[in-house]
């Protein structure tokens, strides 16, 4: 033993550094369950399902777009899962020609009702007649092979 150390200060020595290794051993294991949840594979399978999701944050009373593990506005990592209605406005677009091939489309911003905002195309309507101020409702597109689904949206027919 080292100078100034009995035995029972070697055992408390030992007792205490194994209990902080456990303690970064269950943090660790909470991490990595967190990481098989993570924002980006939750909001995935509620596209699957055919839904448009998005966090809210009851601290900042905000909605939180696109998902995350901590609230931009507040730090807190406290945020809960919420299905969109779908139903949206254009706040702003804009006709992208590639120079090569394919034909033109329009990139648009969406304000969801919901009160996020996400970058989308508007599709079954020509790219040039895609108007700021738009409603407009979401659907789901599935590209196919290994790609993801991903959110687009449609004119809102008028009642």
């Known amino acids: 033993m080292g100078p100034g150390l009995r035995r029972d200060d070697n055992r408390y020595i030992c007792s205490s ?45 905000k909605a939180v777009f696109y998902p995350r593990v901590i609230c931009p506005f507040t730090g807190s990592e406290r945020l809960e899962w919420r299905v969109s209605t779908g139903l949206g406005t254009v706040y702003a677009t804009t006709v992208v020609h590639p120079a090569r091939e394919g034909a033109p489309y329009n ?32 659907r789901v597109h599935r590209p196919g092979g290994d790609d993801p689904p991903y959110p687009v949206f449609t004119p809102l027919e008028k009642a």
Not at 27 to 52: D, V
Not at 117 to 135: F, N, T
């Open 107 to 138: 990139v648009a911003l969406i304000d969801c009702d919901e009160g996020f905002r996400l970058m989308s195309r508007v599709e079954d309507i020509a790219p040039e007649a895609v108007e700021i101020g738009m409603r407009v409702k979401f």
């Open 17 to 61: 550094l194994a209990a902080v290794l456990l303690t970064r051993q269950n943090e660790a294991t909470e991490a990595m369950e967190r990481m098989a949840e993570s924002p980006l594979a939750i909001y995935q399978a509620h596209l699957e399902k055919g839904e448009l999701a998005y966090q809210w944050s009851p601290e900042a009373q």
